[in-house]
């Protein structure tokens, strides 16, 4: 009976360890930084900063309500704003737009998240759009990256972000571990 129960702590030990290894060989498949420099270190006209606060609760915010942040908008299009950044305290999110059609919409490409110190915490790339059967927008997919203290990857997941609030919903495809969330509101302009 000893024999059977010590065969299966050995198997436990070797499924947990071949997942382990299996999980830390993909994290190291990915070609990190996601963002080059030059779409990181794009001209921002002139920022103004907003106190934004948010009533209901993100279904991925871990923190107290309401929400408070400040955010950094540019003027574009006339009378329209894109979100350049969020400033949560500890972190910061730096929205990334190439292309003018996603700069146009409202819908941040890509995001880089520092700490104060501006050492990098994580990235996110969008991936595609999401719309239902009658072609009507209902999201976005994101791909998240999210790094340790020795800058190397240790999470990375794919994650649903809703219209018209930009509250993430979905998370999938998680590798690794994640120590915070940091992508549970991106910036969306209804239509």
């Known amino acids: 009976?000893?024999?059977?129960?010590?065969?299966?702590?050995?198997?436990?030990?070797?499924?947990?360890?071949?997942?382990?290894?299996?999980?830390?060989?993909?994290?190291?498949?990915?070609?990190?930084?996601?963002?080059?420099?030059?779409?990181?270190?794009?001209?921002?006209?002139?920022?103004f900063t907003y106190e934004q606060t948010i009533m209901m609760k993100p279904p991925f915010y871990k923190g107290s309500m309401p929400l408070g942040f400040i955010a950094g908008k540019e003027p574009f299009a006339m009378s329209e704003m894109i979100t350049i950044y969020h400033d949560f305290g500890d972190f910061r999110n730096t929205f990334i737009y190439v292309d003018p059609r996603m700069k146009f919409s409202g819908i941040a490409e890509g995001v880089i998240t520092t700490d104060r110190s501006g050492r990098l915490l994580a990235e996110a790339r969008i991936l595609r759009l999401i719309s239902n059967e009658t072609k009507q927008l209902q999201g976005i997919e994101i791909e998240e990256f999210h790094y340790g203290k020795d800058s190397k990857l240790k999470f990375k997941c794919k994650s649903q972000i809703d219209f018209p609030m930009g509250f993430k919903q979905k998370e999938v495809e998680g590798v690794g571990k994640k120590q915070k969330d940091y992508y549970f509101i991106w910036p969306v302009r209804s239509f």
Request: net charge positive.
């Open 1 to 47: 009976m000893r024999h059977v129960f010590y065969a299966i702590l050995i198997l436990l030990f070797l499924f947990f360890s071949i997942s382990c290894n299996r999980q830390e060989s993909e994290l190291q498949k990915v070609k990190i930084p996601i963002w080059s420099k030059e779409a990181i270190e794009k001209e921002v006209g002139t920022v």
